[in-house]
């Protein structure tokens, strides 16, 4: 997937004009890519739109006009952009309970490496993208994830927008106090495809 340019990224005065526009349309794009994993936990397949989405409303909320510092942002969401032959995505513990949560964060040390996609009977393990602050202690509520994909998956997605069935699709954790599983619509596999020909 082709990184976010600086010339892409617009400043604060111009963003508001496109805003409400651009944030209508890439939260419609989130929902058709959002998978719900279990009763805890929701992934997001992130592509360009919503990662540009993301740096676009960072700079805007931190008011963020120096130039470095909005490079700075372009290459911290640029890492969690899928490269080629990669999916990738952002992987969310949702426990409103605050005790709860951080009873379940502790206990789930290593969450990230118990996550994987299954496609045409081949399991790919999920790569977690390395973030500064992370403890040894504890898992995050947050997981940036790349699934790097062999020829075979590769091929079989971007082939899905054409077939006349796209290939299953299933998005598993097996971690020892969480176990769930979703198998993706048919729509969300065709996205997929897409991002790996972007």
Known sequence: MKPIDRTEVLGLAGYEVVRERFRTRVIAEK??????????????????DTTLLQIQEMIRTERITRPSAIQHEIDTYNENLAGDDELCC????????????????????????????????????????????????????????KFPLPDSIS???????????????????DHP??????????????????????
Do not use: C, W
């Open 31 to 48: 929902k058709r890519r959002r998978v719900q994993l279990g009763p805890n936990v929701s992934v997001l397949f992130e592509n360009r």
């Open 177 to 198: 106090i969480y176990q769930a599983e979703a198998r993706l619509p048919p729509e969300s596999v065709v996205l997929l495809g897409e991002d790996l020909r972007e």
């Open 90 to 145: 952002t992987l969310m513990i949702e426990i409103v309970d605050p005790v709860e949560r951080d009873a379940f964060l502790r206990a789930a040390v290593g969450f990230e490496r118990h996550v994987s996609l299954v496609v045409l009977d081949e399991r790919v393990a999920a790569r977690a993208v390395a973030r500064e602050g992370q403890q040894a202690d504890r898992t995050t509520a947050v997981h940036y994830l």
């Open 155 to 173: 091929r079989a997605l971007r082939a899905a927008r054409t077939a006349r069935t796209a290939p299953e699709v299933v998005l598993r954790v």
